[in-house]
């Protein structure tokens, strides 16, 4: 079982070509054979985040029965803890997960977990970077030496300050992501590093800069929540998976990215009882999709994320906007009870805070000009 398991998933990856994913969590429990109904034998797969293009090769495999010709009944798992791909199957309540590669290989060998890679399903990360085209930066390895422009305290400063120690690169830092692109299209920085999604936006707004094809990193986004209040992050941990559970979270990504966008806004539920009193939100209001301005308000996938917890939960919802490197301060002293900004889960930040369950995935990507 376990080769054939091994084999069918391998061949599977090989398989991209999208289909409607529909949404079901499995395949049928039987298929038709030489005109008999065979029992086939379940094979769950537990998947890294709900249904997107990464998953795209097991519901392409499973409607054309590759699955069913091995007399396997796929069943697909969705998540309820961020590291569920690794901790079912290597419990033994799962068959297989989608997982990070890198995460797995260290959680094999540093923590002798019994788990072992049987394939990739992307061949690159999913980080990007912003440049001119007439900059001469066209991979990663070209920002050596180069004038990199990064939001203060995101995970792109922390990964162009690698080029900046190491390389003979300069950082400039920028209290916005928007300042950071302006001084690229004046020819004072090379290039923009910046997670994937904001640096979309950015190049659809100015047809003179550019996404490279090579992305730097993976990262998950969560709420920070201050460590003398495990009650509060238990309590936003339970609405997540609530809000995963019955679609709520993938309609508001929807919303704002994809195909989809502007077809599924939120809108707080009639009736709810906020007698528990406000909770106030830290974010810095200059990551479109994430939180960003629209009519003198505060919106996107964050806000949008925070009110459906609120609601879940029976509280208002007040928003601070402030510098995205005061945030975890915020959270800290008080000021703000949780921070919510597109904020990737750090070792270093976990010194200060702690973090809800992952709701998102993102990349840093380098923006140059054309």
């Known amino acids: 079982m376990k080769k054939k398991l091994f084999a069918m998933l391998m061949a599977a990856a090989m398989v991209f070509g999208m289909t409607a994913c529909g949404g079901g969590e499995s395949a049928d429990t039987t298929a038709e054979t030489t005109g008999e109904e065979t029992q ?36 697909i798992q969705f998540p309820a803890n961020t590291n569920d791909g690794i901790s079912l199957p290597a419990a033994g309540k799962a068959d297989a997960g989608v997982y990070y590669m890198q995460d797995a290989i260290m959680t094999s060998c540093e923590e002798n977990v ?19 085209k007439d900059s001469g930066i066209t991979e990663a390895k070209d920002l050596a030496g180069k ?8 995970t792109g400063d922390q990964l162009a300050t690698e080029y900046e120690q190491n390389d003979g690169s300069t950082v400039e ?28 936006a950015f190049v659809e707004k100015n047809d003179d800069l550019q996404i490279l094809d090579e992305e730097l990193s ?16 238990a309590k936003i941990n339970e609405a997540l998976t609530q809000l ?36 106030v939100m830290a974010t810095n209001a200059t990551f479109e999709p994430y939180e960003y301005y629209e009519d003198q308000k505060v919106v996107g996938i964050d806000p949008d994320i925070a009110q459906a917890v609120c609601d879940v939960l029976g509280y208002d919802l007040k928003i601070e906007d402030m510098e995205f490197d005061a945030i975890v301060n915020a959270v800290v002293s008080g000021k703000a009870d949780f921070g919510a900004a597109g904020m990737t889960v750090t070792d270093e930040r976990k010194l200060s805070v702690d973090f809800t369950d992952t709701y998102a995935t993102a990349s840093q990507v380098i923006i140059v000009t054309k």
């Not at 797969?45 to 499973?62: I, K, R, T």
């Not at 929807?254 to 709810?272: F, K, L, M, R």
Request: negative net charge.
């Open 173 to 200: 830092r920028f209290n916005k992501g928007a300042d950071a692109i302006q001084a690229l299209k004046q020819g004072k920085i090379d290039c923009v590093v910046i997670d994937y999604n904001p640096a979309k």
């Open 40 to 75: 086939l034998e379940d094979l769950t797969v537990v998947l890294d985040w709900y249904p997107n293009a990464v998953h795209a090769f097991l519901y392409d495999a499973m409607e054309k029965g590759y699955f069913a010709e091995e007399g396997l009944n796929l069943v």
């Open 218 to 233: 993976s990262e998950e986004y969560a709420m920070c929540v201050n460590k003398d209040n495990s009650e509060l992050t």
């Open 114 to 132: 019994p788990i072992v890679s049987i394939g990739a399903v992307t061949q690159k990360s999913m980080n990007v970077v912003i440049s001119l």
């Open 244 to 279: 995963k559970e019955d679609g709520t979270l993938d309609a508001i990504v929807s919303n704002y990215i994809g195909d989809e966008a502007g077809q599924h806004p939120y809108t707080s539920p009639e009736g709810v009882d906020r007698s528990n009193g406000t909770l």
């Open 147 to 154: 004038k990199i422009g990064v939001q203060l305290g995101t």
